[in-house]
T-cell receptor
Framework: NAGVTQTPKFRVLKTGQSMTLLCAQD?????MYWYRQDPGMGLRLIHY???????AKGEVPDGYNVSRLKKQNFLLGLESAAPSQTSVYFC??????????????FGPGTRLTVT | AQKITQTQPGMFVQEKEAVTLDCTYD???????LFWYKQPSSGEMIFLIY??????QNATEGRYSLNFQKARKSANLVISASQLGDSAMYFC????????????????FGQGTRLTINP
């Protein structure tokens, strides 16, 4: 049981390049989320998904796109990377029903640098 | 306006002492949830404890307890008998609105407190 995994762990991009971050979970969670964490700040929600084939915008969605073609996977895309997107990206997942706290389980993070 | 405020950027505590990490929140919802997460230097986010707005008792999980003062809108994390392994960033987060059967939990995080435990 790997929990939530993220690929890659590190990436360096040049301005204008594109890339996709992959998140996978093996807990059969309905909900998945992408956050970014910048120095001195807490996590901010980029996009989220309440189920296969559905996505929605979070607090800071500009410059990102997402897709949830399979229940276990949630992809985050950067079409034209900018230095302002240098950050650590976290994926998370949670149950769909009110089991206990409904807490989110996080992946290990992807450190992205855009030069 | 900040929804979650953690006023202590850093704290230094002697091993075995108790420590309180402050968190205040701002919401007009009657139903909400409050979470604490730990982020060690390795970077992963670890769920510690949860308090629902309608929970009458303060939440406890082992050495962690949540001092929930609803009228003051505060949800402080208390760690008893601190250990060296408790050194980490700690984040308070809030989910506004009810925990629904069909509805994602959107969390808002504070800026975090860096806790250092000295031997």
């Amino acid at each position: 049981n790997a929990g939530v995994t993220q690929t890659p762990k590190f990436r360096v991009l040049k301005t204008g390049q594109s890339m996709t971050l992959l998140c996978a979970q093996d807990m059969n969670h309905e909900y998945m989320y992408w956050y970014r964490q910048d120095p001195g700040m807490g996590l901010r929600l980029i996009h989220y998904s309440v189920g296969e084939g559905t996505t929605a915008k979070g607090e800071v969605p500009d410059g990102y796109n997402v897709s949830r073609l399979k229940k276990q996977n949630f992809l985050l895309g950067l079409e034209s990377a900018a230095p302002s997107q240098t950050s650590v990206y976290f994926c998370a997942s949670s149950y769909s029903r009110s089991r206990g706290a409904g807490e989110q389980y996080f992946g290990p993070g992807t450190r992205l640098t855009v030069t | 306006a900040q929804k979650i405020t953690q006023t202590q950027p850093g704290m230094f505590v002697q091993e075995k002492e108790a420590v309180t990490l402050d968190c205040t929140y701002d919401t007009s919802d009657q139903s909400y949830g409050l979470f604490w997460y730990k982020q060690p230097s390795s970077g992963e986010m670890i769920f510690l404890i949860y308090q629902g707005s309608y929970d009458e008792q303060n939440a406890t999980e082992g050495r962690y307890s949540l001092n929930f003062q609803k009228a003051r809108k505060s949800a402080n994390l208390v760690i008893s008998a601190s250990q060296l392994g408790d050194s980490a960033m700690y984040f308070c987060a809030m989910r506004e609105g009810k925990l629904k059967a069909k509805g994602a939990q959107k969390l808002v995080f504070g800026q975090g407190t860096r806790l250092t435990i000295n031997p």
